[in-house]
């Protein structure tokens, strides 16, 4: 873990005075470095990027939430089960029964070895989400 913080530290510095001087591109890169050190990009980490880089808190949240490949998540895999109107008639509640049976979780929830992270939707119809 100090190893890690370490190596945060000296990533930080060395985008110093690009990521913070509006360079998107360069606070992208960086985010997506800290994502592979720690497997993710959790909100504690983008408060320290955003005091490092002088750069809005709300930036670094917005870019972890649309940059396809980043996540603030401390979870490997998220399940999305579609619980609307169309889905539901077509077995989607027992989909996700057999899913919260299968894991031991509820939606909303994270296995304790945080390998999964159940949610569900209205309706996924207009939503495409791809996370590995
Ligand atoms: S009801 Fe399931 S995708 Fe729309």
Redesign the pocket.
């Known amino acids: 873990m100090e190893e890690k913080k370490t190596i945060l530290e000296s990533t930080l510095e060395r985008y110093r005075g690009t990521a913070g001087a509006g360079d998107q591109q360069a606070l992208i890169a960086l985010l997506r470095e800290v994502q592979q050190l720690y497997g993710c990009v959790p909100t504690v980490i983008q408060q320290r990027i955003a005091q490092a880089t002088e750069t809005s808190p709300s930036l670094v949240a917005a870019l972890v939430k649309r940059i396809p490949g980043l996540t603030e998540a401390e979870y490997r895999h998220q399940i999305t089960v579609?619980t609307?109107?169309?889905?539901s008639s077509k077995g989607?509640i027992a989909v996700l029964r057999a899913i919260q049976d299968a894991l031991g979780i509820l939606p909303g929830e994270t296995t304790t070895d945080g390998r999964f992270h159940l949610e569900t939707r209205n309706?996924?119809?207009n939503v495409v989400t791809l996370r590995m």
């Open positions: 579609c609307g109107p169309r889905c989607g309706c996924l119809k």
